[in-house]
């Protein structure tokens, strides 16, 4: 690394900043289609548990 020029270090820097940088913007990313995800999936939970009680109140009523 020693026989690289100054720009040519300064150039693998700033090449490393941007997929830094790169990588730090995909994460952040990730972590709000995460957060998105398991807010959907918990209403649709909610979904779920409601027509299931509701499945077992039919049930209930077809066999009186």
Known sequence: MWDQSLGGRVAHTERYKQKRDEAMNQVRELKQQIQT????????????D???SELERLKKQTKL
């Not at 995800?37 to 779920?48: I, Y």
């Open 50 to 52: 409601q027509l299931s």
């Open 37 to 48: 995800l398991k807010e959907e999936n918990s209403s649709l939970r909610q979904v779920n």
